[in-house]
């Protein structure tokens, strides 16, 4: 014991006096957290049971207190970054926000809903409805695991695999004798969560502390990333790992840490039982900000291509794995198959897109087969859009609130994403080259990913958003620079772009009244709609462009030469 506390004292412990203390606070601080958690376990069973009793809190209980573990774990990985305590709130408040809408969706939908069989029991979205019932039904039957991971069992609800083995593990875990969806959004919740963390790391290493404040943030409240978060789906798990492996990618090139190389290889790991072509996207990502924005000589090191070419292989086997099944037998490699789902779905959702709308009907018509492709795509990068959201009325007020607080979060984010690689290019004198080129990066791959779940989910206003807000880290990073290099150096143009894509969006206020209202608008057109919006876009860019060109004018005195020369100096 006295060589113990010699020991202890040499590296700077005091025994006596600052760790009892420490101690102390610590049992403190896990009393406060049991007993939140003890009362939010009987909240829960109460609102669980439809406010009958308070059977099955102690399941609650466990679970609560494994999201509690999981929020601890996920804040001791960024330890190495000296997070403030606000960034501990946030991620409290995150996950107590989804928990808290989850619990929402609960109650409303089954009042508030069309009464399908998925609102009655109080799911947002079917797909998490189908897959959550046999998760409970799997839980109380002696299927493997591993079965349930090949997603042969059971694929018509999840074809991959991975969240329907991860939910039957959980239930088999916290046992009960009742299905309790709410269970699953505690989990859900917390892990959604620590994107705002792993968010605020990357940004902190790659653009700095004010981009750093303003992305988690955002992340904590982006609106597609809460509703997937506060439900029962795969993207509330892709969303924080895609965010894990750009922590652990930047912190591997700008601090040189061989921690960030395990935290990469991690989450494009877990990646891959819940989606393999997202962990394609991810890895896809991953290679572009090593070629542009990281060191070249990476790229010529033996072990790094060795991990690359080992992911391409893992993502082809598991693709061919799963989407083999499905496919013709004339396809029997895994290029030949991703190339034919793509092209089946991709053309699936494009008819669908078009025979769902009378008004794409009257568009797509006259058109080739490849431009009616095109304007599905450029249509679902658009969704949801903001104008019809607040126009179409909906039977359900419910809907019609949740399309125009989603709409509200893509229109913020849309215009700064369209916005963020000018803003690279054009002031590449005024940027440092790293900082330039992990914009450049991020930009590639983030439209990258937007257009392949266009062209995957077409215009559909909840496979899409889902499907591109897997990168909503990437998407939050490149916005928040966005909006800070701008209220740092007053970029006026990207003022006057937002100003402009503006412009387009209210040319369709009217059209869209016209379609859902009595409202008389001789365009009715969408293509000419759309080209009076571009060119009242064009003239107010020209406009603001001449009025610059006259303020800066070199004028006829020294003096104000001078102050001129001054202000358009680089900060």
């Known amino acids: ?49 439809r406010f009958q009793h308070a059977k099955g809190w102690e399941n609650f209980l466990v679970a609560l207190l494994l999201a509690s573990l999981l929020l601890w774990g996920g804040w001791q990985l960024l330890r190495r970054e000296q997070p403030p305590l606000w ?18 969706w609960f109650l409303l939908l089954p009042i508030a809903g069309f009464g399908s069989p998925a609102e009655r029991s109080g799911y947002v979205m079917a797909d998490a409805y189908s897959r959550d019932r046999v998760a409970w039904r799997a839980a109380q039957s002696d299927v493997p695991l591993s079965k349930l991971l090949t997603g042969r069992v059971y694929r018509k609800v999840d074809q991959y695999g991975g969240l329907l083995a991860l939910s039957t593990a959980y239930y088999r875990l916290l046992g009960g004798e009742v299905h309790r969806p709410l269970l699953m959004v505690v989990l859900a919740a917390a892990f959604s969560a620590l994107a705002v963390i792993f968010t605020w790391g990357a940004a902190k290493i790659a653009l700095g502390d004010r981009v750093a404040v303003l992305a988690a943030g955002f992340m904590a409240f982006y609106p597609e990333a809460v509703l997937l978060g506060s439900s029962q789906m795969r993207e509330a798990f892709l ?15 700008y601090t040189h840490r061989w921690q960030g190389v395990v935290l990469c290889a991690l989450g494009l790991l877990f990646t891959y039982p819940f989606s393999p072509p997202s962990t394609a996207l991810v890895l896809f990502t991953l290679v572009c900000i090593i070629a542009i924005s990281g060191d070249r000589k990476l790229l010529r090191r033996k072990p790094v291509w060795l991990a690359i070419l080992s992911a391409v292989v893992l993502i082809a086997l598991g693709l061919w794995f799963s989407w083999g099944r499905f496919a013709p037998d004339k396809h029997n490699n895994p290029f030949s198959i991703a190339t034919w789902w793509f092209r089946i779905s991709a053309g699936l959702q494009t008819y669908l897109s078009i025979q769902d709308s009378g008004w794409m009907q009257k568009i797509a018509r006259p058109l080739p087969e490849w431009a009616r492709f095109a304007l599905v795509t450029l249509y679902g990068v658009s969704r949801p859009l903001l104008p019809a959201a607040l126009i179409a009325q909906s039977a359900k007020p419910f809907w019609q609130a949740m399309a125009i607080w989603r709409a509200i979060g893509w229109t913020i984010l849309l215009p700064l994403l369209i916005l963020a690689p000018l803003l690279a290019l054009r002031r590449c004198q005024v940027l440092s080259l790293s900082g330039r080129q992990s914009v450049l990066a991020l930009s590639v791959a983030v439209w990258v990913g937007i257009l392949v779940a266009s062209m995957r989910g077409g215009a559909d206003l909840w496979d899409n958003p889902r499907y591109r807000a897997m990168l909503a880290a990437p998407q939050v990073l490149l916005a928040a620079w966005v909006w800070v290099s701008y209220r740092q150096r007053q970029e006026n143009w990207i003022k006057h772009g937002v100003v402009g894509l503006g412009l387009v969006l209210l040319w369709f206020v009217p059209w869209y009244l016209r379609r859902y209202a009595a409202f008389a608008w001789p365009v009715s057109d969408f293509f000419l709609t759309l080209g009076l919006g571009l060119i009242s876009a064009i003239i107010y860019w020209g406009i603001a462009w001449w009025t610059g060109r006259n303020r800066f004018r070199k004028p006829s005195n020294g003096a104000g030469s001078a102050a001129i020369s001054d202000a358009q100096k680089p900060l």
């Open 1 to 49: 014991m006295v060589y113990l506390r010699g020991s202890m004292h040499f590296f700077g412990f005091a025994v006596d006096k600052v760790r009892p203390d420490r101690l102390a606070r610590h049992w403190k601080s896990l009393a406060g957290v049991l007993a939140v958690n003890v009362g939010l376990a009987f909240s829960l069973a109460y609102l669980s049971n």
């Open 239 to 253: 969303i924080p790992l895609v965010a894990l492996s750009l922590y652990g990618l930047f912190a591997w090139l």
């Open 87 to 104: 960034l501990g709130g946030l991620l409290i408040g995150a996950a107590a926000l989804r928990l808290t809408l989850g619990a929402l």
